[in-house]
């Protein structure tokens, strides 16, 4: 099955995969849940991994329901190199470009990476999503998927926690027609919503990077206060085992 046909028949959680204790807490998590899902490296994961080498590990697992995106990606030599070493997706974000120059270039990104079989997700705005101007981009630029901002946003901010306009996003989603909609900033969305959106298919794609983060930077504080040893896989292998408590919770 391709990366399409899994988003239409479920929606899929996306992963950032900041290192390897990650990598294998996620694939931990989804094999116990038997659960498809997309691994995804923002530009500075990418460069800290080694594009290369991220593929190489991943590769035999493209075929057990596992997708491969770059997130976030606005260097067009990043994305053609992503193309090339057969990503399953890829995100430019012009959102900080001119409305009709971000247009252009996601575009041409689209024709470039569809011809190799490459699905491209576009970034219009970077908040608060018109869904008039979405449904013109949708139209212009032939996206595949579009992230969306609907009181959703990047990163975790406790002091202003996240929730939803689930009425804006079911315009967004009536406007854009067959076009997939992603939501960024998944870790700071209630677990409500979340079923929610997914329970109603608003959104295909649920971006996960700060869930992931956070319990990763906690546990290996715990872990550093106790930890009397020398070998680094002693000290990750709880860190990695509690991530992949947190995946299993959401995935569950």
């Known amino acids: ?65 596992l997708f491969l995106n770059i997130d976030h990606g606005k260097d067009l030599n990043l994305l053609e190199k992503a193309i090339g070493l057969g990503f399953d997706l890829i995100h430019f974000d012009g ?22 079989g490459v699905l491209v997700e576009g970034e219009p705005e970077p908040e608060n999503t018109d869904p008039q101007k979405v449904a013109e981009f949708v139209s212009k630029t032939k996206v595949d998927l579009i992230a969306v901002f609907c009181g959703n946003k990047h ?31 998944g870790s700071g969305v209630p677990l409500e919503q979340i079923k929610q959106v997914m329970n109603e298919r608003l959104v ?24 009397q040893g020398k070998k680094v896989y002693e000290l990750l292998k709880p860190v990695s085992e509690k991530i992949s408590q947190k ?6």
């Open 1 to 65: 099955m391709d990366l399409k046909q899994a988003l239409i028949q479920q929606p899929l959680f996306a992963f950032n995969l900041d290192d390897f204790t990650i990598f294998k807490a996620v694939s931990s998590a989804l094999a116990e849940k038997k659960a498809p899902a997309i691994f995804q490296l923002s530009p500075g994961e990418a460069d800290f991994w080694g594009l290369e080498n991220f593929v190489n590990l991943l590769k035999p697992h493209q075929s057990k329901g």
């Open 95 to 116: 959102s900080s470009l001119p409305w009709e120059e971000n247009i252009g270039q996601t575009a041409k990104i689209v024709e470039m990476a569809h011809a190799k």
């Open 155 to 185: 990163g975790l901010d406790p002091a202003n926690p996240e929730n939803l306009d689930l009425e804006r996003l079911r315009k967004i989603k009536k406007a854009v027609g067959e076009t997939l909609l992603a939501l960024h900033g």
């Open 204 to 227: 295909a794609k649920i971006n996960i990077n700060s869930l992931l983060r956070n319990t990763y930077f906690q546990a290996l504080k715990e872990q550093l206060a106790q930890y």
């Open 247 to 252: 995946v299993i919770e959401l995935l569950e």
